[in-house]
């Protein structure tokens, strides 16, 4: 079964404009912790956000905020004022904290955001 | 203030060679992990190791795939008698301990290997 589900292949956003990019997850684990990266066309890995399942707000970090809903097992991305510099890949990502593989990172199959002018 | 390194950024390869991937974690950083990301699709673990050890290599595919960390140098991913299916992006990500704290585990830019 599959883990992490990122349901949109491509998003599209006007610049200046909010987004959401949506992410539900699948754990019998109470404790787990919750990622964002960004991908752009160069290639590499950039951390954006960190959520703890047991963090009771919402992570922020600047334009980036994680929308944290536990019951529907959801842990939707919105970025604020999105700039060109935005248009890149973005994968969710989870870690269960169960022994054994708390160190692995399980990852959706991203979301492609263009922004445009 | 190096972050993870590795190299090379890309290697081309013809079927039935080997291909060897150098990943140096962040200073005081003793974990690393290797990933590999398939066209289209997101990261998938590999590997987990620590100096000297591996931890995890339920990842790893059973046969031609091997990574170590030796005590000085390196971590290095080889994979031999390679073949077009293992054309990927392989990601590095090291972490200063176990991943049982909260922090996220750095990455580095990737070695994407083409093979012919």
């Known amino acids: 079964a599959q883990k992490i589900t990122q349901t949109q292949p491509g998003m599209f956003v006007q610049e200046k404009e909010a987004v959401t990019l949506d992410c539900t997850y699948d754990?019998?684990?109470?404790?787990?912790?919750l990622f964002w990266y960004k991908q752009p066309s160069s290639g590499e890995m950039i951390f954006l956000i960190y959520?703890?399942?047991?963090?009771?707000q919402n992570a922020t970090e600047g334009r980036y905020s994680l929308n944290f809903q536990k019951a529907r097992k959801s842990a939707n991305l919105v970025i604020s004022a999105s700039q060109l510099g935005d248009s890149a890949m973005y994968f969710c990502?989870?870690?269960?904290?169960?022994?054994?593989?708390?160190?692995?990172?399980?990852f959706g199959k991203g979301t492609l955001l263009t922004v445009n002018p | 203030n190096a972050g993870v390194m590795q190299n090379p950024r890309h290697l081309v390869r013809r079927r039935g060679q080997e291909a060897r991937l150098r990943c140096s974690p962040m200073?005081?950083?003793?974990?690393v992990y290797w990933y590999r990301q398939l066209p289209e699709e997101g990261l998938k673990f590999m590997v987990y190791?620590?100096?000297?050890?591996?931890?995890?290599e339920s990842g790893m595919p059973k046969e031609r795939f091997s990574a170590e960390f030796p005590k000085e140098g390196p971590s290095i991913l080889r994979i031999q008698q390679v073949v077009r299916g293992d054309s990927a992006a392989y990601f590095c990500?090291?972490?200063?301990?176990?991943?049982?704290?909260?922090?996220?585990?750095?990455f580095g830019e990737g070695s994407r290997l083409t093979v012919l």
């Open positions: 990500a090291s972490s200063p301990n176990s991943g049982t704290d909260t922090g996220e585990l750095f």
């Open positions: 754990t019998s684990d109470q404790s787990y912790g």
């Open positions: 959520q703890g399942s047991y963090d009771e």
């Open positions: 990502a989870m870690r269960e904290r169960r022994r054994g593989s708390n160190y692995k990172l399980t």
């Open positions: 200073k005081g950083h003793s974990h």
């Open positions: 190791l620590q100096k000297e050890n591996i931890i995890d």
